[in-house]
């Protein structure tokens, strides 16, 4: 019991961070600024309203939910059949193309995005969500074919066998068959992508800086040496973060699954 | 009627490379194509802030100058790998043994792990910005407490000292991943086959005995994987520490991924830049490679799935 007890207090300890920014995004400058820290105080619903409304920083929200949508949706759209490829095709360099998906996955955005930068200049794609959208989707894509190929592998191949008797070509075997059975999975897989796009920031960064800007790369101009408005800056950490922190529970018991690429399943 | 004879036997034959084909193309595209662009610019001299410098080929000038002229990259180079190393371990450490705890202690742990998940699912920049205000010099809740304990002075601010700031951002990523460390462990601590377990209690052995030769060989892949997968990811660490120090004070927090962010988008030096990226990757490449041989190509990919399987 006491070592329960112990590490709930861990758990709460490890949490304050976090609290302490969500109550930052409610309390007035005077309670930001005060010398020693303020845990009860009356809140303020001024924040808010202020940066998103008052200083336009909505269209941020507006830009994130684009390029995290669409990035997702490119995303399944190339990498699902691609990975029941993958779990249930056999040919010469399978796992070395395999191996090519990982590197994508892993490939460092720093060295990405310069390059990346320069194309995009050239063909007039900067500060388009266009820009960020394919940015996304490199990393995006081979994720949704190593999480995908455990999900596939995971249906028996009796059921394919079985559908190419009753008539049903391979292609339609994949669609009709094996991909409404393995929906949940591609839910879950679609709800990871949308939280790692929707959190990226290097891209997004590099790529776009004022229409298509969004909401991580909204924080760090709100972050000056002198007088930044603490309040305003954690409201808009604090919409990036709590729909995201939703997705996640809903996505769980998948997660540890998507965040080793297949290789454990939690 | 002979076109539908066509599509379906496309449908029936062909359909691996059909399927296979479009993302492939797609990654080649939008990721192979700029990396090639990237080896080309490396060998020239392109600079978008000074003149005269439009790209002209200089042959390997780039490389030479890494290798010979720039002790700042390798500064950089040698932080980002004692970053890594630091926070790999320490996580590591602190991840195994709160797995246990969670896995010996508690029943049901849905609910700790909902609370685990909290700093790793946040925007890393959210996270940055989170411990700049906590650890503020002059309001700061951390440097509050700090003080009032007496382990900080009241004139630094962590994020302004060179001898403190590096420490402060890696136990920052201890706190933001160290859950990531638990949960993939616990998840293969629960996939574990009783019986070994079993055997070892009925042969008198103790717990620590059970701990060291039968969980921790058993575990041996799952403990590999995470450790890969974190040091990867640490020695891409971009965000935080953009927002955190911007790489200050002085370059005593400039890691790999801000350095090459400043050759290339701060003084406009693309083509040294370019050299500089592609190190980047090459090291990732490298531990990429380590990572699929441990991990996949060894163990048989199915196989490693099928024993992880909870």
């Known amino acids: 019991m006491a070592m329960v007890a112990t590490l709930i207090a861990i758990l709460i300890l490890f949490l304050t961070p976090y609290l302490w920014i969500v109550m930052t995004s409610f309390k007035t400058r005077l309670d930001i600024l005060s010398d020693a820290p303020v845990w009860f105080f009356t809140p303020t619903s001024e924040n808010y309203p202020t940066i998103f409304i008052d200083k336009n920083y909505l269209p941020l929200v507006w830009n994130s939910m684009i390029v995290a949508s669409f990035s997702t949706i490119l995303s399944l759209a190339f990498g699902t059949p691609a990975a029941y490829v993958f779990a249930r095709f056999e040919f010469p360099g399978k796992e070395d193309l395999f191996f090519f998906f990982l590197t994508t996955r892993m490939a460092p955005p720093i060295s990405i995005v310069v390059p990346m930068f320069l194309l995009f200049s050239v063909l007039g794609l900067t500060d388009k969500p266009i820009a960020v959208i394919l940015a996304h989707t490199t990393f995006n894509v081979s994720l949704v074919v190593w999480m995908m190929r455990g999900f596939f592998a995971d249906i028996p191949r009796e059921i394919d066998e079985a559908a190419m008797m009753d008539g049903h070509t391979r292609g339609g075997t994949f669609l009709r068959v094996l991909l409404p059975l393995a929906a949940p999975g591609l839910a879950a897989t679609a709800v990871l992508c949308f939280i790692l796009s929707w959190n990226e920031f290097l891209y997004a960064f590099i790529l776009v800086a004022f229409e298509g800007r969004t909401l991580t790369v909204g924080i760090p101009g709100l972050v000056t040496p002198h007088g930044t408005l603490w309040g305003q800056v954690t409201s808009v950490a604090v919409v990036a973060t709590l729909p995201i922190l939703f997705f996640t529970f809903l996505v769980q018991k998948h997660l540890v699954r998507g965040l080793t690429f297949g290789a454990v399943k939690g | ?310």
């Open chain 2, 1 to 310: 009627m002979r076109t539908n004879r066509i599509i379906e036997r496309v449908l029936d034959h062909g359909v691996a490379p059909l399927l296979l084909v479009p993302s492939v193309v797609l990654l080649f595209v939008i990721l192979l194509g700029p990396f090639l662009f990237m080896v080309w610019t490396g060998f020239t001299d392109l600079h978008y802030a000074l003149p005269n410098r439009d790209g002209a080929f200089v042959g390997f000038d780039n490389f030479r100058r890494l290798m010979q002229d720039d002790p700042i990259f390798w500064h950089s180079f040698w932080l980002t790998m004692k970053f890594v190393f630091g926070v790999v371990l320490v996580e590591f450490a602190f991840g195994l043994g709160l797995a246990l705890l969670i896995f010996h202690y508690i029943k049901n742990h849905r609910f700790i792990l909902t609370i685990l998940l909290v700093p790793m699912m946040l925007a890393p920049i959210a996270v940055g910005l989170i411990w700049k205000l906590l650890l503020s010099g002059d309001f700061g809740m951390f440097t509050y407490y700090l003080r009032a304990i007496g382990l900080a002075d009241l004139q630094t601010s962590i994020l302004g000292n060179p001898s403190l700031v590096m420490p402060a951002i890696m136990l920052i990523d201890v706190w933001q991943w160290t859950p990531f460390v638990t949960l993939v462990i616990l998840a293969g601590l629960l996939s574990l086959p009783k019986e070994p377990f079993e055997a070892a209690i009925m042969d008198g052995a103790r717990p620590l005995q059970i701990f060291k030769d039968v969980t921790l060989p058993l575990l041996r892949p799952i403990i590999a994987l995470v450790l890969l997968l974190r040091g990867i990811d640490a020695f891409k660490e971009f965000d935080k520490v953009f927002i955190l120090t911007g790489g200050g004070p002085g370059i005593s927090t400039e890691m790999l991924s801000i350095y090459t962010y400043r050759i290339n988008f701060r003084d406009w030096d693309l083509g040294y830049g370019a050299v500089c990226a592609f190190m980047v990757y090459l090291v990732v490449l490298i531990m990429c490679s380590v990572f699929y041989k441990a991990v996949y190509w060894n163990e048989g990919r199915s196989k490693m799935a099928g024993k992880a399987a909870a």
